[in-house]
Every structure is written in C-alpha cells, then in structure tokens.
C-alpha cells in the first residue's frame, strides 16, 4: 500500500484513534538538541541547505511535493543523528539521492537510479546508494513511516466543525501550502508535528476567514493535545506567511508613486478584492495575481454557501 502522510500507521482521525500519533510523534523528530546545534553552527546550516536545494531539483521533475517533503524529513532526522566531517559536493549529492530513493520507495513509486540522478555530476551507482541507504536507516532507527504534521492536519480541521465541504477543503489546501512552505525554515524543527499542524491551520484561517478566526484559535486551544509551544509556533507560521508577501510589497514600493503602494497594502488587507491595474503596477501583476486568485477563489465559494 502507498505511504500516505496523512494517514501514516495508518490510523482513522477520529478522537479515539488519533491519539497514537501524538503519542509517538516524537520517535518521528530530528533529536532534541537539533535546533539549538543548528542555529549555532554555521557549517551544518551550509549542509542542512545546499542538501535540501538538492533535494528539490531532484524531485522537481516528479511534481511530488510529498515526495521532497518525505525526503527532507529523512535528512533533517539522520542529520540530528550523524555527523558530516565533510561538506563535499558528491557527499551532499549521495545522502540527498539516498533520501529521495527512500522516499520513493516508501511511496511505492517506480524510479530508477537514472532517473534520480539527471543533473549531471557524479553518478553513483546502486550499491553506492544502498549503502548510504542503510546509514541513513540507521539515523532514522528504521523509522520510515514518518509522523509528520499532515497526519494531524484533518483531526484539527474537525475541530472547526465546518459544514460546507469547499471551505474546508480550502482551509485545508492552504494550510498544506503553509506547512510545504515552512519545512525549510529552521525555526520549525523545534517544534512537534502535531504542532505545526495546529499552527498552519490556524494561519491559514487567519488569512481565510478573519472572521472566524477568534472561534477556531479557542477550538484549538481548548484542545488537550495542545500545549504553550501552539502560540510561539504560530507566531513562527505568520513571519512565514509574510515573506510569501515581502517581494510583492518591495516591488510595490518601488513604483514611481506612492498611491500605488497605498492601493496594493489596501487590497491585500482587504475583503480579498483585487486591485485595478495601470501602467504602474504592471510589473507586479502576475506575482501579485498568484497571491489573490486564492483569495478569489474563497470570496466566491463564501458566496456560492450563504
């Protein structure tokens, strides 16, 4: 059967079978120490990232966020574990083509070596990745089925009690995005998957339905899975959400008159209406457009339900 990360063990998301998962969702994390090592070192931050770029341009041409997503995890674990003396290229390259070939695998993907390994550059062949395979199984402790935040992701969407199905699926897509997104941010690892899920949805309803975000912040806080770290998470989640904003805002800024920063400042905090466009801000329209059709979108399946 394909690994699904939502359903990991596989467990139902009722109350009565969630509780495994937040249970041993700490088996699935780097180690304890993982954060604090990182944000002191220099070195592994180096590694963490030229590793995980790999990672990507590996995976890209699967079009299988869950399948770099399942690699990373794999990475950020043996690397909390294991030690790299070394931050040669062809090292980096053979631990991220062993962390997509677990992941595939794990997927019940067909794949080849060739297949992995299309960017030119070393070539290794398969003994070589095997057993850098079981190295990283060794770091992970054989612990492949990963509890990651989208195995929490519909328990906490219940908690909402949504009764029209479109909204919910949009709160949920956009809390995927939210999650995919902060996976490389490092501030995260130092919190529970459970938690991040927690975070991501309650970020997601903040830009979705700011109305109704006071209700969901008390469902999820009158939660007794959840604990203090919610909040320090969620605080995280938003700085995340609004570098996604960032490049817009400074492309703004740069047009050659102000009421054009003021109109798209305006908009973006508005009831998702989108901006007029002139000459000015044709330069921003299409990063801006990506932005708002979410928005949109949302606006009109709000209309279509009440």
């Known amino acids: ?5 939502e359903n ?45 770029s ?9 079009d299988s966020p869950f399948l ?19 931050a040669k290229p062809w090292i980096l390259k053979l631990i991220a083509v062993s962390c997509v070939s677990l992941a595939f695998k794990m997927k019940k993907t ?11 550059g070393t070539i290794f062949d398969i003994e070589t990745i095997k057993r850098m395979e ?26 909402f009690k949504f009764k029209d ?36 949805l309650l970020s997601a309803s903040h830009e979705l339905f700011p109305l109704q975000f006071p209700c969901y912040k008390t469902a999820i806080l009158n939660c007794s899975y959840v604990h203090k770290d919610l909040l320090s998470c969620y605080d995280v989640m938003q700085e995340i959400v609004k570098k996604e904003y960032e490049p817009i805002l400074e492309m703004v800024s ?24 002139d000459s000015s801000v044709n330069a921003i329209s299409s990063s801006y457009s990506n932005l708002t059709k979410r928005r949109k979108i949302i606006t009109t399946i709000i209309d279509d339900n009440t």
Not at 74 to 80: A, G, K, Q, V
Not at 134 to 157: P, Y
Not at 259 to 277: G, K
């Open 165 to 200: 199905l479109p909204l919910q699926q949009a709160l949920k897509a956009r809390a995927t995005e939210i999650i995919f997104t902060a996976q490389n941010e490092i501030k995260i690892l130092q919190f529970k998957p459970s938690i991040i899920s927690a975070s991501a």
């Open 254 to 277: 740069s047009t050659s008159t102000p009421v054009n920063v003021l109109d798209v400042q305006m908009s973006w905090s508005s009831d998702n209406e989108p901006i007029e466009e």
């Open 110 to 120: 067909e794949y080849s070596v060739t297949d992995i390994q299309q960017d030119g």
């Open 54 to 62: 790999i990672i990507l341009q590996i995976s890209q041409p699967f």
């Open 134 to 159: 079981l190295l990283i199984l060794g770091g992970l402790k054989w612990r492949m089925r990963s509890i990651t935040a989208f195995a929490f992701i519909n328990f906490f969407v219940s908690l």
């Open 68 to 86: 770099s997503y399942l690699a990373i995890n794999y990475l950020d674990r043996f690397l909390s574990f294991h030690s790299i003396p070394d």
């Open 8 to 52: 990991p063990l596989p467990f139902s998301h009722d109350e009565d079978t969630i509780s495994p998962l937040f249970d041993i969702e700490t088996h699935h994390m780097p180690s304890k120490t993982y954060f604090q090592i990182l944000i002191n070192s220099d070195f592994l931050i180096n590694i963490r990232e030229a590793t995980i």
């Open 1 to 5: 059967m394909d690994f699904d990360l």
